[in-house]
């Protein structure tokens, strides 16, 4: 990586007055949570847009939440990495800053991040299929598969945002308003494939912000943006930091 590359980012950075960070389950992969895509990125053997469905709950709740179990495990037995650490530091760094992140593992918030959307829901959540009531389940492992309402005895599901499921509307406004309104956008680990928040950066480069990428690979939104940082979130953004903190500790 050219260190050009990082003061350019760094510089962007330093004089803008709105930065919105943009993440996906990249930025949770040296914390160990596997991606969805890409070489490692096989959940098991299954497909997230096979498993993360309404119909695949109707069909098999069993299975669906055996996934999500298997999931949470993992999540719950890894940390946020110092990519995670650095977006919740430039909180305070940055005045206007708010982070959107695809992903539901929840690293975002155990770094302490707060100005955060959660646009596809939190594998921390669940929420009774009867009446939407949503509540809070950390156990792991699930104490009963599947789990039920407490209250009605109705079945549980994720408080997650499958495929083929529309995003919460305020959640969704807030991002995109969010993405028009920013001078830089950090899109961070992520294939960019996964609507509507692939849209997000083009959403906020059509509003004249200047779009930094950081990923190990090429995506469809590289030729898009104004720097291209080829490498790891764990690694890249700290090293910006450490660029911002040298210019103004
Ligand atoms: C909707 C919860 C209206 C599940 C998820 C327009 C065009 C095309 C398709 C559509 C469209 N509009 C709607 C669709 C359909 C669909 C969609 O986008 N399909 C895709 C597959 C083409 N979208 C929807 O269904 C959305 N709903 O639009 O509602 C509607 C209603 C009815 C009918 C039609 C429309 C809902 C989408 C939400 C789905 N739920 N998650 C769960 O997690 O259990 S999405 C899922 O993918 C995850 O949330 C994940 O975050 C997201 C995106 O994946 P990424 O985060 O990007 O992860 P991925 O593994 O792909 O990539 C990781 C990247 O990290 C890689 O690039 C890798 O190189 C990089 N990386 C690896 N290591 C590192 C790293 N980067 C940095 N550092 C590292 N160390």
């Given at each position: 990586m050219l260190s050009n590359e990082f003061a350019s980012a760094a510089a962007l950075l330093r004089d803008a007055e709105r930065v919105v960070a943009l993440t996906g389950a990249g930025i949770s992969a040296e914390s160990g949570v596997p991606t969805f895509r890409g070489e490692h990125g096989l959940w098991r053997q299954f497909r997230a847009e096979d498993l993360a469905t309404p119909d695949a709950f109707a069909r098999d709740p069993k299975l669906v939440w055996e996934w999500y179990d298997w999931r949470r495990g993992i999540i719950a037995g890894v940390s946020p990495n110092p990519g995670h650490a650095t977006l919740a530091a430039w909180e305070k760094r940055f005045p206007g800053f708010e982070l959107i992140t695809?992903?539901?593992?929840g690293l975002h918030a155990r770094a302490g991040s707060t100005r955060l959307a959660e646009l596809h829901g939190n594998i921390w959540k669940v929420r009774c299929t009867k009446d939407e009531t949503v509540s809070e389940d950390h156990f792991v492992p699930l104490k009963t598969i599947p789990p039920r309402c407490p209250q009605c005895g109705a079945l549980l599901r994720p408080h997650i945002v499958w495929f083929g499921e529309s995003l919460e509307p305020d959640v969704l406004d807030r991002a995109f308003s969010l993405s028009g309104a920013c001078d830089v956008m950090l899109v961070i680990g992520t294939s960019a494939l996964v609507h509507p928040a692939a849209s997000l950066p083009y959403r906020a480069a059509a509003s004249g912000a200047k779009i930094i990428e950081i990923n190990p690979t090429t995506t469809p939104l590289t030729a898009e943006a104004d720097i291209a940082l080829q490498g790891k979130a764990g690694e890249i953004l700290p090293a910006i930091d450490r660029l911002l903190r040298k210019e103004s500790p």
């Open positions: 695809q992903n539901v593992d």
